[in-house]
Nanobody, 127 residues
Framework: QVQLEESGGGLVQAGESLRLSCAAS????????MGWFRQAPGKEREFVAA????????AVANSVQGRFTISRDYAKNTVYLQMNSLKPEDTAVYYC????????????????????WGQGTQVTVSS
């Protein structure tokens, strides 16, 4: 069993940056595909970014392309989401997910592919 804990959220102004962290405990996540999703009030959870276990192949949603970057630190058992040029429409609770299938080669965009989730961290962007 793996536990995921997100951190780094907060209140920022439009145009500013934040870096979210997803720290794992209980076991290594180095063999897991990892992803970030978000859920705004009144909306369904949506894909933001993902990174595969094998070779660290990444994918990001069109809405954040060129602004958000996902990365992972194998030594720290942590995944990051660097968010630049934030917009008010990025306001949401951001969740980290882990897919326990070992050494996946494709970043996963479907939330139903993920087996573990963190509690989420709130990101609020003011205009």
């Amino acid at each position: 069993q793996v536990q995921l804990e997100e951190s780094g959220g907060g209140l920022v102004q439009a145009g500013e940056s934040l870096r979210l962290s997803c720290a794992a405990s209980g076991r290594t996540i180095n063999t897991y595909n990892m992803g970030w999703f978000r859920q705004a009030p009144g909306k369904e959870r949506e894909f933001v970014a993902a990174i595969s276990a094998s070779r660290g192949i990444t994918a990001v949603a069109n809405s954040v392309q060129g602004r958000f970057t996902i990365s992972r630190d194998y030594a720290k058992n942590t995944v990051y989401l660097q968010m630049n040029s934030l917009k008010p429409e990025d306001t949401a609770v951001y969740y980290c997910g882990a897919d326990r299938a070992a050494w996946g080669t494709k970043p996963l965009k479907d939330e139903y592919e993920y087996d573990y989730w963190g509690q989420g961290t709130q990101v609020t962007v003011s205009s």
